[in-house]
């Protein structure tokens, strides 16, 4: 089967650091991405991890650990526009569907 | 780049009619489409997969007569909600990937409303 496991709600405040921890239990598993969604609107893809390690992209950065099944995004800096919901999402190399974890509420207070 | 557009961006309509819901890939070729539903507060949920010029692939749940899809060409797809019901109410968003990265680019959603 598929799952994969997100906080549902984080708190941090402005200028922060905070680290949004995904687990799955997949088969098929080709890469884990990281997108970002606000109220009412479309998923932004953030990230990408195909192997091992850390990718950075600016303000935010990914890791994954293919043994552990485990990956995370780390956001820093925190600005107030950085409220919304992060999604994980196991992708298959086998029709390069996405299947997207719960999803994780941030809320970046002043 | 990679700018992918759906329409309409928001409709209401009456139970039992039927719905049609374009994707359009604006600036490269979709080889593959995805179709998903997200209802508030939760995930999105992949309802099927769609190739150009071949029949779509549908999750496990999904209803393939109730969920008409049609990928005619590398540009565009569509979803159609035959016998629309109040259940059906749900923001539906579509993705597209091709060219040279496997990446996905989503479209900024419909969002049907069954009254």
């Known amino acids: 089967g598929q799952s994969l496991e997100q906080p549902s709600e984080v708190t941090a405040v402005e200028g922060a650091i905070v680290q949004i921890n995904c687990t799955y239990q997949?088969?098929?598993?080709?890469?884990l991405s990281w997108y970002q969604q606000h109220d009412g609107g479309a998923p932004t893809f953030l990230s990408y991890?195909?192997?091992?390690g850390l990718e950075e992209t600016g303000r935010f950065s990914s890791f994954l650990s293919r043994s552990d099944s485990y990956g995370y995004l780390l956001l820093q800096e925190l600005q107030m526009k950085d409220s919304a919901s992060y999604f994980c999402a196991v992708f298959y190399n086998q029709g390069g569907k996405l299947i997207f974890g719960q999803g994780t509420e941030l809320s970046v207070k002043p | 780049g990679a700018v992918v557009s759906q329409h309409p961006s928001w409709v209401i309509c009456k139970s039992g009619t039927s719905v049609k819901i374009e994707c359009r890939s604006l600036d490269f070729q979709a080889t593959t489409m995805f179709w998903y539903r997200q209802f508030p507060k939760q995930s999105l949920m992949l309802m099927a997969t769609?190739?150009?010029?071949?029949?779509?692939?549908?999750e496990q749940g999904v209803e393939k007569d109730k969920f008409l899809i049609n990928h005619a060409s590398l540009t565009l797809s569509t979803l159609t909600v035959t016998s629309a019901h109040p259940e059906d109410s749900s923001f539906y968003i579509c993705?597209?990937?091709?060219?040279?990265?496997?990446?996905?680019?989503f479209g900024p959603g419909t969002r049907l409303t069954v009254l």
């Open positions: 991890n195909a192997l091992d």
């Open positions: 993705s597209a990937s091709g060219g040279s990265t496997d990446t996905q680019y």
């Open positions: 997949t088969s098929g598993f080709y890469g």
């Open positions: 769609s190739n150009e010029g071949s029949k779509a692939t549908y």
